[in-house]
């Protein structure tokens, strides 16, 4: 159930993030609706993964809990972005959020994000502040607030290697999900191994049958009439009957 549920969490997540609201969210930080949304692609799935990580164990899964509760975003609705001043004030207070879910790894994270997304560290910093509050006031919303416990919560995420399969490797290595980075590409390397290498494969007996079909039809045509010739009836050797003379034993006549 948790493997089917943590990728249908990231997919309700993501959609959250409408091309409207990347664009305004790009405007409010000086950035492009392009580079907003690669960098988003990849804080959504970072902060899940770490959250994941969290929930692995009762002690990491009740902090998180915690965090939720904490900042009341049980009853968060994602249309006070689209208030004014919605986004920035989401951004404040989500700093510390962010804070609470990468621990000391936000500068890194951070960093990598922005290399690979080309915002600046700054509008990656304000936009992981909106992110986490979304990422867990949705998660409030699917498990509801009276099924809001460590074990819901844990079966909701399930394994980080979930959420990771589209982030870059030095993210991973960032995050310091070293097992479920190893998990993770090689999860996603086989499906490409089977897309790419196995029809390129495949198509090596394709290309030889282009010219062995006929080649075979051929031989066989020739086998077959071969046959048939063979098949052919002998001809009959027919011996003329030479006719017997028989002496004639009949009395000679009489004189007369």
């Known amino acids: 159930m948790a493997s089917k549920m943590a990728p249908?969490?990231?997919?309700?997540?993501?959609?959250?993030?409408?091309?409207?609201?990347?664009?305004?969210?790009?405007?409010?930080?000086?950035?492009?609706?392009?580079?907003?949304?690669?960098?988003?692609?990849?804080?959504?799935?970072?902060?899940?993964?770490?959250?994941?990580?969290?929930a692995t164990t009762i002690e990491g899964a009740n902090d998180v809990i915690d965090l939720i509760r904490r900042?009341?975003?049980?009853?968060?609705?994602?249309?006070?972005?689209?208030?004014?001043?919605?986004?920035?004030?989401l951004s404040n207070k989500g700093r510390l959020i962010?804070?609470?879910?990468?621990?000391?790894?936000?500068?890194?994270?951070?960093?990598?994000?922005?290399?690979?997304?080309?915002?600046?560290?700054?509008?990656?910093?304000?936009?992981?502040?909106?992110?986490?509050?979304?990422v867990l006031g949705q998660i409030a919303r699917r498990l509801g607030s009276s099924g809001l416990n460590a074990s819901t919560l844990s079966s909701l995420l399930g394994n980080p290697s979930v959420f990771l399969q589209n982030l870059p490797t030095g993210l991973l290595s960032v995050l310091g999900l070293g097992g479920a980075a190893a998990t993770v590409r090689h999860l996603a390397d086989d499906p490409e191994r089977r897309t790419?290498?196995?029809?390129?494969?495949?198509?090596?007996?394709?290309?030889?049958?282009?010219?062995?079909?006929?080649?075979?039809?051929?031989?066989?045509?020739?086998?077959?009439?071969?046959?048939?010739?063979?098949?052919?009836?002998?001809?009959?050797?027919?011996?003329?009957?030479?006719?017997t003379v028989r002496p004639d034993t009949s009395a000679p006549a009489a004189p007369a």
Not at 37 to 51: D, H, K, N, R
Not at 71 to 89: A, M, P, R
Not at 228 to 243: I, K, M, W, Y
């Open 8 to 54: 249908d969490l990231l997919n309700q997540i993501s959609n959250v993030f409408t091309s409207d609201t990347v664009n305004q969210i790009a405007s409010v930080f000086g950035e492009t609706p392009a580079k907003t949304q690669s960098a988003l692609g990849s804080l959504v799935p970072a902060i899940l993964g770490s959250l994941s990580q969290k």
């Open 196 to 243: 790419v290498t196995a029809p390129a494969y495949a198509r090596q007996p394709s290309s030889a049958w282009r010219w062995l079909l006929p080649l075979l039809l051929a031989v066989g045509a020739i086998g077959l009439i071969a046959y048939l010739f063979s098949r052919r009836p002998e001809p009959v050797n027919v011996t003329t009957v030479q006719p």
């Open 71 to 89: 900042n009341n975003l049980t009853s968060f609705k994602v249309d006070d972005i689209y208030k004014t001043g919605g986004i920035t004030d």
């Open 98 to 134: 962010t804070e609470s879910i990468f621990g000391n790894k936000l500068s890194a994270v951070t960093d990598s994000i922005a290399t690979n997304s080309g915002i600046s560290r700054s509008a990656v910093t304000s936009l992981a502040g909106v992110c986490a509050p979304i």
